[in-house]
């Protein structure tokens, strides 16, 4: 199975080879190179990434939450 690693910056696992330890203030964090690469770009293209993270990412949060919602109905916790 291959090893992931979580990206500080899009908060977003990614495999090992996608990922390169990156400093900040805090010392070394794992980033992912899309994120690296998206950085270097103009402030325009930084901040479509950035919006189309956040609906990755929300997207992602949505799909967990109607799965935990489904679990929790076929379990007999929440009423269906």
């Given at each position: 199975m291959m090893e992931m690693l979580f990206c500080y910056c899009c908060r977003v696992h990614h495999p090992k080879d996608?990922?390169?330890?990156?400093?900040?203030?805090?010392?070394?964090?794992?980033?992912c190179i899309r994120s690296i690469e998206a950085a270097a770009c103009s402030r325009r293209e930084r901040d479509a990434f950035g919006r189309q993270q956040t609906e990755i990412n929300r997207a992602d949060a949505q799909l967990v939450a109607e799965r935990l919602a489904l679990v929790r109905v076929e379990q007999g916790f929440m009423p269906g």
């Open positions: 996608q990922m390169r330890p990156f400093r900040t203030k805090q010392g070394y964090r794992w980033r």
